[in-house]
């Protein structure tokens, strides 16, 4: 039996790995698959990889590749989410805020530097035209964390995935005055060299599993209603959001890759490129 340590953000996206974990097919190909979920994101996840904290994650394109270019031992060997991560745009649901031009110099909530939160708000301020070099940002670690600091006015808005935000601004916390579509497929599978060096007859067979009940996943009865129940979720916007995402069983590739590297360059992200075969395994 190969163990095997994989993280993700406790999203519905990752539904398909614990389906396969409960219904014990990475057990019966041979595989411990040991699941931990990280509310802080894609910022959390690239240092798991870096300490050896977990050998596999389910990251997003931008962060990972971010951090492959600054150091990081890892490969992404594969597409998960084919499909754009839509960001909405939040703002507390007492401020004044109402459009974007109104948030145009506001002190920006960020799960972590490196992180999805952090990159896209770059990304859409690029996208505005506004002055990236003078943002401010709130570090705030989870979802929790960005309730209290857009409540107690110490960020002025927050960008994480829509329909994971949802509840709160269907509670009247939140208000979503825009979003923000990643230009590049949203998730990738990231592992660490070493394990992939030492596992890759059982990489190889986990992803084959994976993939196997991703490009089913939409087929499997209920499943909205599961996924409304396990994520706090209301129906409708399960079925919206069933509808826009799009899971991947195929490689990473070349053109892909230089398309996300070269606008986080453009973007001051990352200081330098790394060459496409340091990066995809």
Request: with cysteine.
């Amino acid at each position: 039996m190969t163990t095997l340590k994989i993280a993700g953000v406790p999203e519905h996206f990752n539904l398909p790995w614990h389906l396969c974990i409960e219904g014990g097919e990475f057990e019966n190909a041979g595989i411990n698959a040991e699941w931990t979920d990280v509310p802080e994101g894609t910022g959390k996840l690239c240092q798991m990889l870096r300490d050896g904290s977990t050998d596999i994650a389910v990251i997003l394109s931008e962060g990972i590749i971010k951090d492959i270019a600054a150091g990081n031992e890892s490969r992404i060997v594969q597409i998960y989410v084919e499909s754009p991560l839509i960001w909405g745009i939040h703002v507390a649901a007492g401020s004044s805020f109402q459009t974007l031009e109104d948030i145009k110099s506001g002190k920006v909530a960020i799960s972590r530097y490196g992180s999805g939160s952090h990159l896209m708000a770059i990304v859409n301020a690029k996208q505005q035209g506004w002055d990236i070099q003078n943002m401010q940002f709130e570090l705030v670690n989870t979802l929790d964390g960005a309730v209290e600091a857009l409540t107690d006015g110490k960020a002025d808005y927050f960008m994480w995935e829509r329909f994971m935000t949802k509840p709160i601004v269907d509670k009247g916390i939140f208000r979503r005055i825009d979003d923000c579509l990643t230009p590049w497929p949203s998730f990738v599978i990231a592992v660490r060299n070493e394990v992939l060096e030492k596992h890759s007859d059982a990489i190889g067979t986990l992803l084959d599993i994976i993939n196997q009940t991703t490009e089913d996943f939409k087929e499997i009865p209920s499943i909205d209603r599961m996924l409304s129940e396990r994520y706090n979720q209301k129906i409708e916007d399960i079925n919206e959001w069933l509808k826009l995402t799009r899971w991947s069983q195929k490689k990473l590739d070349k053109a892909t890759f230089e398309q996300v590297q070269d606008q986080l360059f453009e973007l001051n992200i990352i200081e330098g490129k790394a060459a496409f075969e340091t990066v995809a395994g």
